[in-house]
C-alpha cells in the first residue's frame, strides 16, 4: 500500500479497528514514518475517550431473522450485522467524545473512571538506520515518577541491552535491562524511573558496553542524536 494510504490508516489503528494483517503492515510502515507517529501523539487522548465510551456501552442485538436461510446467507447476514453494528458504535463513542471534550473546554476534566489519572499515555516511536533498532515506549505519570513499557525489535543481538531515561537536568537513570538472544529479536520489558515525563529529556536504548542504539526524545526537546 502506498504511502498515504497508510498515513490515512493512523486514526483507524488508534481506534484499534484494524484487522490483525492491517495493523501489522501499518506498525511496520509506522517505525520509519514521523507523521504518522506525530498524528498517533495527537489522537491518543481522543482514542483514550472512545475507548473508555466503548467499554461502558452494550452491544447491540438483533431482534429480527429472515426466515429459513442457507448457511451461507446466514454468515453474510451476520457478518453485515456486526460491521453495521461496529459502525454505529464507533460514531456514538466520536459523538460523544466530542461532547466531553466540549465539556472538558469549559473546566470539565476528561478523566478514565476510577483511575484519576489522564487515560492516555505519551507514546514515543522511532527507529535507528545506523543500527536498525526500532522501538515504541510508552511512559505513564504516576505519582512516584513515570511508569515506562517498551517494545523493542533489534537486528543485533546476542547483546545486553539496556534502557536509560536522560533527565533535562542531565542526570541518568536505568529504567530496564534484556538480553537479546538473537538477531532479530522482538523484545517487551517495562520499568520506572524516578523523574516525572516532564523532567526527561530523553529515553536511550543502550548496548552495555556503551554504544547507544536509539534516542527517543521526549516532545519539547529538539536535539535528536544519533548512536553515540
Known amino acids: 500500500m502506498r504511502s498515504l494510504e497508510r498515513h490515512r490508516d493512523a486514526g483507524a489503528y488508534a481506534l484499534g479497528v484494524l484487522d490483525a494483517a492491517e495493523r501489522f503492515r501499518f506498525e511496520d510502515h509506522l517505525v520509519e514514518c514521523a507523521v504518522c507517529a506525530a ?47 461496529a459502525r454505529r458504535r464507533l460514531w456514538g463513542a466520536a459523538v460523544a467524545a466530542v461532547l466531553l471534550l466540549g465539556a472538558a473546554g469549559q473546566g470539565a476534566a476528561l478523566l478514565a473512571p476510577g483511575t484519576g489519572e ?19 515506549l510508552t511512559a505513564d505519570e504516576r505519582g512516584w515518577g513515570t511508569q515506562v513499557g517498551l517494545e523493542v525489535r533489534d537486528p543485533g543481538g546476542p547483546r545486553v541491552c539496556e ?43 543502550r548496548a552495555t558496553d556503551g554504544d547507544r542504539l536509539l534516542a527517543l526524545p521526549v516532545p519539547g526537546d529538539r536535539g535528536v542524536g544519533g548512536p553515540g
Do not use: K, M, N
Not at 491518543?44 to 448457511?71: D, H, I, K
Not at 489522564?118 to 515504541?136: C, I, K, N, Q, Y
Not at 536505568?174 to 520499568?191: C, F, L, Y
Open 39 to 85: 498524528r498517533l501523539h495527537e489522537l491518543g487522548p481522543a482514542a483514550g475517550a472512545l475507548g473508555v465510551y466503548a467499554r461502558a456501552t452494550p452491544r447491540c442485538v438483533e431482534l429480527f431473522a429472515r426466515p429459513a436461510p442457507t448457511l451461507v446467507e446466514r454468515a453474510v447476514d451476520r457478518l453485515g450485522a456486526l460491521h453495521r453494528a
Open 118 to 136: 489522564d487515560p492516555a499515555a505519551l507514546t514515543l516511536r522511532g527507529r535507528d538506520p545506523a543500527t536498525g533498532v526500532a522501538a515504541t
Open 163 to 205: 534502557l536509560v531515561a536522560v533527565g533535562r537536568d542531565g542526570g541518568e537513570q536505568t529504567v530496564a535491562s534484556w538480553s537479546v538472544r538473537g538477531e532479530r529479536d522482538r523484545v517487551t520489558v517495562e520499568g520506572g524511573a524516578a523523574d516525572r515525563p516532564g523532567e526527561i529529556r530523553r529515553f536511550e536504548v
